[in-house]
């Protein structure tokens, strides 16, 4: 069996087509408009957006100017800093022990990893000696339960499942069992798409509430997990879902494959513009339980263009 690498193998690998060509741009031998244009283009094809990639040019064009850059080499080591710098304010890690249960809802489209996500979390927190709970609020779709119950059962820990069930109910009943039962962290997987988005924030928000209900302050951390593959895509449903619930977080799933990555310098200004960043707690590197990261911007930085 072939050795897998490291993560950071993944995630540079993953990125390869956006980190070469963007380190192609600085291959030639002048500091010209060619050269921010060729960048322009690159970025704009890693999912950057016309903001960040505007961002990140005009915080270039500074720091050139001020280091005296004289090779395209230096400028591209200034690039890093200036993605290094952009992202920084998504580095944040998850707190847990606050509060008994610290309680998790979890949000995001079908398909975004959400399912995954949470096993992967579960492993994580497990690992560091939490006691988890999961509970199965998208009751909608049979596949979703199942799901759940596999990765409850794989990594171990108790669940919180009823077919057919109210998706509000079973997650109230789920935060009461973690308490009554002494549970560390209560995390609830919610439905990803219903008939429509209106729908889907309302039953979300329900959720929310409900939580809310079942113990005074809860939820702690709302999470919404987003295929950093679905570029741009990826930066409206983060609005939208910060729009209805609130963000206290996000895990940015498939880094390793062929993502193009760009979609973090998007959500890093869209979070500035905010005012408090909706910190990027973990990255999905693969499909295994050990594949879920930390997120630190200038290993990201490095990963892309070193
Ligand atoms: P959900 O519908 O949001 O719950 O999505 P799932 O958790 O079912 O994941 C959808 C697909 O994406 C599955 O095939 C997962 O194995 C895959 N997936 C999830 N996270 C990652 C990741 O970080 N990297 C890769 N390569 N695949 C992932």
Request: hydrophobic content about 45%; charged content about 25%.
């Amino acid at each position: 069996k072939p050795e897998r690498g490291s993560w950071m193998d993944r995630l540079r690998s993953g990125l390869r087509k956006t980190g070469s060509s963007i380190t192609q741009v600085f291959t030639g031998t002048r500091i010209d408009d060619e050269l921010y244009e060729e960048l322009e283009a690159a970025l704009l094809m890693a999912d950057t957006g016309v903001a960040a990639t505007q961002h990140l040019l005009d915080d270039l064009k500074r720091r050139v100017k001020e280091s005296k850059a004289t090779t395209p080499a230096a400028v591209k080591g200034l690039l890093l800093d200036a993605i290094a710098e952009l992202l920084a304010p998504l580095e944040k890690s998850l707190t847990v022990g606050l509060h008994t249960p610290t309680v998790i809802m979890v949000a995001g489209v079908n398909g975004a990893g959400k399912t995954t996500s949470i096993g992967k979390l579960t492993r994580y927190l497990s690992d560091h000696g939490q006691r988890v709970l999961l509970a199965a609020a998208d009751t909608f779709r049979a596949a979703a339960r199942e799901q759940l119950a596999v990765w409850a059962d794989r990594t171990q820990v108790q669940i919180v499942s009823q077919e057919g069930g109210d998706p509000a109910s079973v997650t109230f009943d789920a935060v009461q069992a973690g308490r009554s039962r002494g549970c560390d962290v209560v995390i609830a997987d919610t439905a990803g798409r219903l008939a429509t988005q209106l729908h889907l924030m309302e039953e979300l928000k329900k959720i929310h509430r409900v939580i809310g209900k079942a113990m005074n302050g809860a939820p702690h951390e709302v999470l919404l997990v987003v295929d950093g593959n679905t570029g741009q895509n990826a930066l409206a449903q983060v609005k939208a879902f910060d729009e209805a619930l609130g963000l206290t977080g996000m895990v940015v799933t498939k880094l390793d494959g062929t993502a193009k990555g760009g979609v973090l310098a998007a959500i890093a200004l869209w979070s500035r513009q905010r005012g408090t960043p909706v910190p990027v707690y973990f990255i999905g590197v693969g499909e295994s339980l050990e594949d879920l990261q930390t997120f630190n911007a200038r290993e990201f930085a490095r990963a892309l263009l070193e």
